[in-house]
Protein backbone atom coordinates (compact mmCIF):
# COMPACT_ATOMS: atom_id res chain seq x y z
CA UNK A 1 0.00 0.00 0.00
CA UNK A 2 0.93 3.64 -0.46
CA UNK A 3 2.44 5.62 2.29
CA UNK A 4 0.91 8.48 2.51
CA UNK A 5 1.87 9.66 6.62
CA UNK A 6 4.60 11.85 6.56
CA UNK A 7 7.71 10.52 9.04
CA UNK A 8 6.79 12.08 12.40
CA UNK A 9 10.67 12.48 12.61
CA UNK A 10 11.07 14.28 9.77
CA UNK A 11 12.22 18.01 10.22
CA UNK A 12 10.31 21.10 9.67
CA UNK A 13 11.68 22.74 6.40
CA UNK A 14 12.03 26.11 7.98
CA UNK A 15 15.61 27.61 5.93
CA UNK A 16 17.42 27.52 3.30
CA UNK A 17 19.62 24.82 4.39
CA UNK A 18 16.95 22.41 5.00
CA UNK A 19 15.21 23.56 1.78
CA UNK A 20 18.49 22.94 -0.02
CA UNK A 21 18.71 19.14 1.33
CA UNK A 22 15.58 18.20 0.80
CA UNK A 23 15.99 19.14 -3.02
CA UNK A 24 19.31 17.08 -2.78
CA UNK A 25 17.74 14.44 -1.44
CA UNK A 26 14.97 14.39 -3.74
CA UNK A 27 17.05 14.93 -7.16
CA UNK A 28 18.28 11.66 -6.00
CA UNK A 29 14.71 10.36 -5.22
CA UNK A 30 13.08 11.38 -8.56
CA UNK A 31 16.47 10.28 -10.64
CA UNK A 32 16.38 7.12 -9.22
CA UNK A 33 11.87 7.09 -10.24
CA UNK A 34 12.44 7.91 -13.20
CA UNK A 35 15.00 6.20 -14.71
CA UNK A 36 16.02 8.76 -17.69
CA UNK A 37 12.01 8.12 -18.63
CA UNK A 38 9.71 11.30 -19.22
CA UNK A 39 7.86 13.00 -17.00
CA UNK A 40 4.50 14.71 -17.65
CA UNK A 41 3.37 17.88 -15.11
CA UNK A 42 0.11 20.21 -15.36
CA UNK A 43 1.25 23.62 -14.89
CA UNK A 44 -0.96 25.67 -13.16
CA UNK A 45 1.72 28.19 -11.90
CA UNK A 46 0.40 28.12 -8.43
CA UNK A 47 3.51 27.55 -6.01
CA UNK A 48 2.72 23.52 -5.53
CA UNK A 49 3.18 22.85 -9.36
CA UNK A 50 5.32 25.83 -10.00
CA UNK A 51 7.93 24.03 -7.49
CA UNK A 52 7.63 20.86 -8.58
CA UNK A 53 8.52 21.98 -12.41
CA UNK A 54 11.97 23.74 -11.31
CA UNK A 55 12.35 20.55 -8.94
CA UNK A 56 12.16 18.05 -11.55
CA UNK A 57 13.37 19.93 -13.71
CA UNK A 58 16.55 20.06 -11.82
CA UNK A 59 16.61 16.90 -11.52
CA UNK A 60 16.00 15.69 -15.22
CA UNK A 61 15.86 18.97 -17.35
CA UNK A 62 13.91 17.99 -20.46
CA UNK A 63 12.76 14.50 -20.23
CA UNK A 64 9.95 17.09 -17.73
CA UNK A 65 6.79 17.93 -20.29
CA UNK A 66 4.66 20.73 -18.76
CA UNK A 67 1.57 21.52 -19.66
CA UNK A 68 -0.10 24.72 -18.94
CA UNK A 69 -4.00 25.29 -19.22
CA UNK A 70 -5.33 28.67 -20.06
CA UNK A 71 -8.77 28.07 -18.79
CA UNK A 72 -10.33 31.85 -18.86
CA UNK A 73 -10.70 31.79 -15.20
CA UNK A 74 -6.61 32.69 -14.47
CA UNK A 75 -5.73 36.13 -12.89
CA UNK A 76 -4.62 39.09 -14.97
CA UNK A 77 -0.91 38.33 -16.18
CA UNK A 78 -0.75 34.75 -15.16
CA UNK A 79 -0.21 32.14 -17.69
CA UNK A 80 2.45 35.05 -19.67
CA UNK A 81 4.37 34.89 -15.94
CA UNK A 82 4.28 30.31 -16.25
CA UNK A 83 5.44 31.17 -19.67
CA UNK A 84 7.99 34.04 -19.09
CA UNK A 85 9.84 32.18 -16.19
CA UNK A 86 9.64 28.50 -17.25
CA UNK A 87 9.80 28.64 -21.46
CA UNK A 88 11.63 32.19 -21.30
CA UNK A 89 13.87 31.82 -18.94
CA UNK A 90 14.52 28.52 -17.63
CA UNK A 91 13.73 26.48 -20.93
CA UNK A 92 11.71 24.00 -19.79
CA UNK A 93 9.84 22.11 -22.26
CA UNK A 94 6.33 24.01 -21.69
CA UNK A 95 2.87 23.33 -23.97
CA UNK A 96 0.63 26.05 -23.38
CA UNK A 97 -3.05 25.33 -24.29
CA UNK A 98 -5.73 28.26 -25.05
CA UNK A 99 -8.57 26.46 -24.10
CA UNK A 100 -10.68 29.37 -22.93
CA UNK A 101 -13.45 29.22 -25.00
CA UNK A 102 -14.09 25.84 -24.94
CA UNK A 103 -14.41 26.11 -20.79
CA UNK A 104 -16.34 29.34 -21.03
CA UNK A 105 -18.82 27.91 -23.25
CA UNK A 106 -19.19 24.94 -21.56
CA UNK A 107 -19.89 26.79 -18.30
CA UNK A 108 -22.55 29.23 -20.10
CA UNK A 109 -25.70 29.38 -17.80
CA UNK A 110 -24.72 26.94 -15.61
CA UNK A 111 -25.48 28.71 -11.63
CA UNK A 112 -24.54 25.86 -8.98
CA UNK A 113 -20.87 25.77 -7.78
CA UNK A 114 -20.49 22.05 -7.53
CA UNK A 115 -21.46 21.63 -10.96
CA UNK A 116 -19.60 24.52 -12.07
CA UNK A 117 -16.24 23.25 -9.82
CA UNK A 118 -17.26 19.36 -11.72
CA UNK A 119 -17.57 20.94 -15.17
CA UNK A 120 -13.88 23.33 -14.78
CA UNK A 121 -12.58 19.81 -13.21
CA UNK A 122 -13.88 17.84 -16.13
CA UNK A 123 -13.03 19.52 -18.61
CA UNK A 124 -9.62 20.46 -17.64
CA UNK A 125 -8.71 16.56 -17.14
CA UNK A 126 -9.91 16.20 -21.11
CA UNK A 127 -7.69 19.03 -22.25
CA UNK A 128 -5.35 17.29 -20.53
CA UNK A 129 -5.74 14.15 -21.24
CA UNK A 130 -6.27 15.43 -25.12
CA UNK A 131 -2.53 16.85 -24.69
CA UNK A 132 -1.05 13.87 -23.20
CA UNK A 133 -2.42 11.39 -25.81
CA UNK A 134 -0.43 13.74 -28.72
CA UNK A 135 2.54 13.25 -26.39
CA UNK A 136 4.69 9.97 -27.36
CA UNK A 137 6.14 7.52 -24.81
CA UNK A 138 5.53 9.25 -21.76
CA UNK A 139 4.66 6.88 -18.68
CA UNK A 140 5.14 9.28 -15.67
CA UNK A 141 2.73 12.49 -14.20
CA UNK A 142 4.12 14.42 -11.56
CA UNK A 143 1.52 15.96 -9.75
CA UNK A 144 1.68 19.32 -7.22
CA UNK A 145 -0.08 17.41 -4.08
CA UNK A 146 0.69 18.58 -1.11
CA UNK A 147 0.31 17.13 2.36
CA UNK A 148 -2.85 19.04 3.58
CA UNK A 149 -4.38 18.04 0.12
CA UNK A 150 -3.76 14.33 1.65
CA UNK A 151 -4.95 15.11 4.86
CA UNK A 152 -7.76 17.58 4.26
CA UNK A 153 -9.07 16.03 0.81
CA UNK A 154 -12.65 15.44 2.86
CA UNK A 155 -13.68 18.83 2.83
CA UNK A 156 -16.98 20.36 1.61
CA UNK A 157 -16.18 21.73 -1.62
CA UNK A 158 -14.37 19.88 -4.28
CA UNK A 159 -10.92 20.17 -5.11
CA UNK A 160 -9.92 19.26 -8.51
CA UNK A 161 -6.01 18.43 -9.53
CA UNK A 162 -5.34 15.57 -12.04
CA UNK A 163 -6.48 12.55 -10.47
CA UNK A 164 -9.42 10.94 -12.33
CA UNK A 165 -7.83 10.93 -15.52
CA UNK A 166 -9.52 8.41 -18.43
CA UNK A 167 -8.82 4.45 -17.80
CA UNK A 168 -6.63 4.55 -20.91
CA UNK A 169 -4.24 6.54 -19.30
CA UNK A 170 -2.25 4.97 -16.69
CA UNK A 171 0.40 6.98 -15.20
CA UNK A 172 2.63 6.03 -12.34
CA UNK A 173 2.65 9.14 -9.83
CA UNK A 174 5.43 11.14 -9.39
CA UNK A 175 4.98 13.76 -6.17
CA UNK A 176 8.25 15.07 -4.84
CA UNK A 177 6.70 17.47 -2.32
CA UNK A 178 3.68 15.21 -1.17
CA UNK A 179 4.65 14.86 2.73
CA UNK A 180 5.29 18.94 2.52
CA UNK A 181 3.40 22.10 4.30
CA UNK A 182 3.31 25.09 2.27
CA UNK A 183 5.61 26.97 3.87
CA UNK A 184 7.70 24.30 3.30
CA UNK A 185 6.79 24.33 -0.53
CA UNK A 186 7.62 27.92 -0.29
CA UNK A 187 10.95 27.17 1.26
CA UNK A 188 12.07 24.81 -1.46
CA UNK A 189 10.91 27.11 -3.98
CA UNK A 190 12.90 29.87 -2.74
CA UNK A 191 16.24 27.40 -2.59
CA UNK A 192 15.51 26.69 -6.21
CA UNK A 193 15.33 29.99 -7.29
CA UNK A 194 11.68 30.52 -8.24
CA UNK A 195 10.63 34.79 -8.07
CA UNK A 196 9.43 35.58 -5.22
CA UNK A 197 6.27 36.79 -6.69
CA UNK A 198 5.55 33.40 -7.57
CA UNK A 199 6.69 31.59 -4.50
CA UNK A 200 4.76 33.66 -2.00
CA UNK A 201 1.56 33.94 -4.26
CA UNK A 202 -1.40 33.61 -2.58
CA UNK A 203 -3.37 30.13 -2.18
CA UNK A 204 -5.05 30.31 -5.80
CA UNK A 205 -8.33 27.76 -6.04
CA UNK A 206 -8.62 25.39 -8.68
CA UNK A 207 -11.57 26.89 -10.52
CA UNK A 208 -10.13 29.84 -10.96
CA UNK A 209 -12.14 33.49 -10.54
CA UNK A 210 -14.63 30.60 -11.46
CA UNK A 211 -15.87 30.72 -7.94
CA UNK A 212 -15.19 34.56 -7.89
CA UNK A 213 -18.00 35.21 -10.45
CA UNK A 214 -20.58 33.36 -8.40
CA UNK A 215 -23.77 32.16 -10.39
CA UNK A 216 -23.83 31.76 -14.18
CA UNK A 217 -20.08 33.14 -15.22
CA UNK A 218 -20.39 35.78 -17.80
CA UNK A 219 -17.32 36.98 -20.01
CA UNK A 220 -18.64 40.55 -19.08
CA UNK A 221 -18.69 39.90 -15.33
CA UNK A 222 -15.62 37.66 -15.47
CA UNK A 223 -13.52 40.81 -16.74
CA UNK A 224 -14.73 42.61 -14.48
CA UNK A 225 -13.64 40.17 -11.49
CA UNK A 226 -9.96 40.11 -13.36
CA UNK A 227 -9.35 43.86 -13.66
CA UNK A 228 -10.98 44.49 -9.80
CA UNK A 229 -8.87 42.08 -8.61
CA UNK A 230 -5.24 42.98 -10.85
CA UNK A 231 -5.82 46.57 -8.76
CA UNK A 232 -6.60 45.17 -5.38
CA UNK A 233 -3.17 42.76 -6.04
CA UNK A 234 -1.40 45.47 -7.19
CA UNK A 235 -2.35 48.16 -4.38
CA UNK A 236 -1.22 45.02 -1.93
CA UNK A 237 1.58 45.30 -3.12
CA UNK A 238 2.39 48.61 -3.12
CA UNK A 239 1.28 48.96 0.48
CA UNK A 240 3.64 45.71 1.47
CA UNK A 241 1.05 43.23 1.76
CA UNK A 242 2.21 40.77 -0.60
CA UNK A 243 3.08 37.36 0.93
CA UNK A 244 2.11 39.15 4.27
CA UNK A 245 -1.94 38.37 4.21
CA UNK A 246 -2.94 35.28 3.11
CA UNK A 247 -5.52 35.43 0.45
CA UNK A 248 -7.17 38.38 -0.80
CA UNK A 249 -9.41 38.77 -4.33
CA UNK A 250 -12.63 40.77 -5.50
CA UNK A 251 -15.89 38.78 -6.35
CA UNK A 252 -18.57 40.20 -8.19
CA UNK A 253 -22.23 39.45 -7.67
CA UNK A 254 -24.55 38.38 -10.36
CA UNK A 255 -26.62 41.69 -10.03
CA UNK A 256 -26.67 45.15 -10.13
CA UNK A 257 -27.41 48.13 -8.70
CA UNK A 258 -28.26 51.71 -9.35
CA UNK A 259 -25.60 54.66 -9.73
CA UNK A 260 -25.16 58.18 -10.98
CA UNK A 261 -22.87 59.49 -12.36
CA UNK A 262 -22.38 62.61 -14.55
CA UNK A 263 -26.16 63.27 -13.59
CA UNK A 264 -26.87 60.13 -15.27
CA UNK A 265 -28.58 57.00 -13.51
CA UNK A 266 -26.32 53.91 -13.81
CA UNK A 267 -27.06 50.35 -13.27
CA UNK A 268 -24.10 48.23 -12.91
CA UNK A 269 -22.13 45.66 -11.33
CA UNK A 270 -20.56 46.01 -7.65
CA UNK A 271 -17.47 44.94 -6.56
CA UNK A 272 -16.85 43.17 -3.44
CA UNK A 273 -13.15 43.24 -1.25
CA UNK A 274 -12.30 40.39 0.68
CA UNK A 275 -8.76 39.85 2.66
CA UNK A 276 -8.44 37.53 5.08
CA UNK A 277 -5.41 35.81 7.18
CA UNK A 278 -4.90 31.48 7.35
CA UNK A 279 -2.74 29.39 8.61
CA UNK A 280 -3.79 26.87 7.12
CA UNK A 281 -7.70 27.69 5.39
CA UNK A 282 -9.92 25.56 7.67
CA UNK A 283 -10.57 29.05 9.50
CA UNK A 284 -9.81 32.90 8.83
CA UNK A 285 -9.89 36.27 9.81
CA UNK A 286 -10.56 39.58 8.50
CA UNK A 287 -7.22 41.64 7.56
CA UNK A 288 -8.46 45.44 9.01
CA UNK A 289 -7.30 47.10 5.50
CA UNK A 290 -6.61 50.64 6.89
CA UNK A 291 -9.29 52.65 5.05
CA UNK A 292 -6.98 55.40 3.19
CA UNK A 293 -5.63 52.21 1.20
CA UNK A 294 -9.11 50.88 1.00
CA UNK A 295 -10.48 54.41 -0.41
CA UNK A 296 -7.55 54.04 -2.89
CA UNK A 297 -8.56 50.48 -4.25
CA UNK A 298 -12.69 51.93 -4.23
CA UNK A 299 -11.26 54.69 -6.29
CA UNK A 300 -9.32 53.25 -8.98
CA UNK A 301 -11.75 50.00 -9.30
CA UNK A 302 -14.76 53.03 -9.88
CA UNK A 303 -12.07 54.57 -11.86
CA UNK A 304 -10.87 51.99 -13.88
CA UNK A 305 -12.85 48.98 -14.04
CA UNK A 306 -15.72 49.25 -16.73
CA UNK A 307 -19.71 48.42 -15.82
CA UNK A 308 -19.12 49.31 -12.02
CA UNK A 309 -20.89 51.61 -9.56
CA UNK A 310 -20.51 50.25 -6.00
CA UNK A 311 -17.40 48.98 -4.25
CA UNK A 312 -17.96 46.75 -0.72
CA UNK A 313 -15.69 45.53 1.68
CA UNK A 314 -17.02 41.47 3.01
CA UNK A 315 -15.78 41.30 6.73
CA UNK A 316 -16.99 37.63 7.24
CA UNK A 317 -14.48 35.44 9.07
CA UNK A 318 -14.65 31.52 8.30
CA UNK A 319 -16.22 30.32 10.10
CA UNK A 320 -19.54 31.70 9.11
CA UNK A 321 -18.39 32.33 6.04
CA UNK A 322 -16.22 30.38 3.90
CA UNK A 323 -12.67 32.19 2.22
CA UNK A 324 -14.35 32.16 -1.43
CA UNK A 325 -18.15 32.95 -1.56
CA UNK A 326 -18.93 29.36 -3.62
P1 LIG B 1 -12.98 28.00 1.45
O1 LIG B 1 -13.73 28.86 0.47
O2 LIG B 1 -13.50 26.59 1.51
O3 LIG B 1 -11.52 27.91 0.88
O4 LIG B 1 -12.90 28.62 2.80
C1 LIG B 1 -10.43 27.37 1.56
C2 LIG B 1 -9.23 27.48 0.67
O5 LIG B 1 -9.37 26.60 -0.44
C3 LIG B 1 -9.40 27.33 -1.66
N1 LIG B 1 -10.43 26.72 -2.49
C4 LIG B 1 -10.17 25.85 -3.47
N2 LIG B 1 -9.01 25.35 -3.94
N3 LIG B 1 -10.20 24.11 -5.55
C5 LIG B 1 -9.04 24.48 -4.98
O6 LIG B 1 -7.99 24.02 -5.44
C6 LIG B 1 -11.42 24.56 -5.14
O7 LIG B 1 -12.45 24.20 -5.69
C7 LIG B 1 -11.37 25.48 -4.05
N4 LIG B 1 -12.35 26.13 -3.37
C8 LIG B 1 -11.73 26.89 -2.43
C9 LIG B 1 -9.69 28.77 -1.27
O8 LIG B 1 -9.19 29.70 -2.22
C10 LIG B 1 -9.04 28.88 0.08
O9 LIG B 1 -7.65 29.13 -0.03
Redesign the pocket.
Same mark, same amino acid.
Given at each position: MENNKRDPKMKRINNLELANAFIEEQIESIKAQTRGRKVLLALSGGVDSSVVAALIYKAIGDKLVCVHVNHGLLRKGESELVIKVFKEEMKANLIYVDAVDRFLNALEGVEDPECK?KIIGKIFIDVFAEEARKLEDIEILAQGTIYPDITESK #? /?????NVGGLPEDLKFELLEPVKFLYKDEVRMVGEALGLPKKMVYRQ??? #??GLG /?RCPGAITRERLEVVRESDAILRDEFAKAGFEGKVW?YFTIVPPFRSTGIKDNQRTFEYMVVIRAVNSID !?TS !?SIEEIPYPILFKIRDRILEEVKGVNRVLYDISA?PVA???WE
Open positions: R #G /VKAHHPFP #GP /VQ !A !AKTIE
